[in-house]
């Protein structure tokens, strides 16, 4: 038979400054053959954000987001990843091309559920966070009560709709240092791409 897969689709997802960017970043530097898709590159301008009752800004939700552009860039990468192997015609398990897609809706937005391969999603205490991102700044400027009256209510309810996953979701303690919870992944998906490695010569 022949090759099942010759790419790899992992996400990283978490609340809002949950770590999440700095450990895709990390991954990036140590896995050879790694690309990074950023959902917050996919925000819509503020003049299409909309704003509730009181005044906040609506962006954490998955209609403040371009998803359509987002998938298209997805798609291109796997195109140019599937060529890729094709013709160089790869086995090394350490040359499988590797997407990490990271950003805080990603579990909530269902076209994206055939992708991924592994999947883990960073937690943080509510007082962390928003200490966290009171040290951010964002344009716009988080208004006064913004992140009590949305942002950590949308984590809320975004959390509650992940109940609904049927695949497994590796959960990391987001307090954790930035070592170690690169190591944590890190070591998790070698495991993972040597398993693919016996795939591709087995299958």
Known sequence: MGKRRHHRGNVISCVTNGGKTTLAKNLQKHLPNCSIICQDDFFKPESEIETDKNGFLQYD????LNM???????????????????????????EIPILIIEGFLLFNYKPLDTIWNR?????????????????????????????????????????????????????????????????????????????????????
């Open 61 to 64: 939700v998955l209609e403040a």
């Open 68 to 94: 359509e552009k987002m998938m298209s860039a997805i798609s291109s990468w796997k195109e140019n990843a599937r060529c890729s192997v094709v013709s160089t015609n790869r086995e090394s398990a350490e």
């Open 119 to 203: 999947s883990y999603f960073l937690t943080i205490p509510y007082e962390e966070c928003k200490r966290r991102r009171s040290t951010r700044v964002y344009e716009p400027p988080d208004s006064p009560g913004y992140f009590d009256g949305h942002v950590w209510p949308m984590y809320l309810k975004h959390r509650q709709e992940m109940q609904d996953i049927t695949w497994e979701v590796v959960y990391l303690d987001g307090t954790k240092s930035k070592e170690d919870l690169f190591l944590q992944v890190y070591e998790d998906l070698i495991q993972q791409l040597a398993k693919q490695k016996c795939l591709q010569v087995t299958a």
